[in-house]
């Protein structure tokens, strides 16, 4: 069955980086567009940002334009996010979701990783 | 952006008729998604492109979306529904709603 395992958060400063990664297993990853949506403590769902299956497309929020970066390798069957200039704000659990339809909506999360941007 | 309004609350008696709406201007003209988020745990799918529901998702949940409002129905309501919704919409990038707290009294 489809699976989805993020790696990476920890505890980072303000102005840091931190590079997320989702390893996916049980389908075609290549075949499949992705999205990294985020969760503040106590709050609701953020879409961060959206790849298409080839790579050749990608989203950003408007919060996070200039500031993530969303990549895939296809050959590894991994997806990723880069995180830059880190802020308090970026605090949160973060998910990565297929898009098997290719319709804009989540089908499969997976558990999530958490960031914390603290000093 | 694309805003999407929901009730931060609903309430509904065990074994009765949930409904859990999602404003947004001319969301009819779109396709709604809505998730279903327990406490510690991911979101889950649970309705997409208005009325589907995906494989394992029991026929209880059902969605409609017509002028301004999409709505999710939770028939014959559980202790197990207990849960976050939160409705989803594309329109240049992805937007969700505040979400709604469910509980079953």
């Known amino acids: 069955q489809v699976q989805l395992v993020e790696s990476g958060g920890g505890l980072v400063k303000p102005g840091g980086s931190l590079r997320l990664s989702c390893a996916t297993s049980?389908?075609?990853?290549?075949?499949?567009?992705m999205n990294w949506i985020r969760q503040a403590p106590g709050k609701g769902l953020e879409w961060l940002s959206y790849?298409?299956?080839?790579?050749?497309?990608?989203y950003y929020a408007d919060s996070v334009k200039g500031r993530f970066t969303i990549s895939r390798d296809n050959a590894k069957n991994s997806l990723y996010l880069q995180l830059s200039s880190l802020r308090a704000e970026d605090t949160g659990v973060y998910y990565c979701?297929?898009?098997?339809?290719?319709?804009?909506?989540?089908?499969?999360w997976g558990k999530g990783t958490t960031v914390t941007v603290s000093s | 952006s694309y805003d999407l309004i929901q009730a931060l609350s609903v309430s509904v008696a065990l074994g009765q008729t949930a409904r859990i709406t999602c404003g947004g201007n001319?969301?009819?003209?779109?396709?709604v998604h809505w998730y279903q988020q327990k406490p510690g745990q991911a979101p889950v799918l649970v309705i997409y492109?208005?009325?589907n529901r995906p494989s394992g998702i029991p026929e209880r949940f059902s969605g409609s979306n017509s002028g301004n409002t999409a709505t999710l129905t939770i028939s014959r309501a559980q202790l197990g529904d207990e849960a976050d919704y939160y409705c989803?919409?594309?329109?240049?990038?992805?937007?969700f709603g505040g979400g709604t707290k469910l509980t079953v009294l």
């Open positions: 049980g389908f075609t990853f290549s075949d499949y567009h």
């Open positions: 979701a297929t898009d098997a339809h290719g319709e804009y909506f989540m089908d499969v």
């Open positions: 790849i298409r299956s080839s790579g050749s497309t990608i």
């Open positions: 492109r208005d009325s």
């Open positions: 989803q919409v594309w329109d240049s990038s992805v937007a």
């Open positions: 001319n969301i009819g003209g779109k396709n």
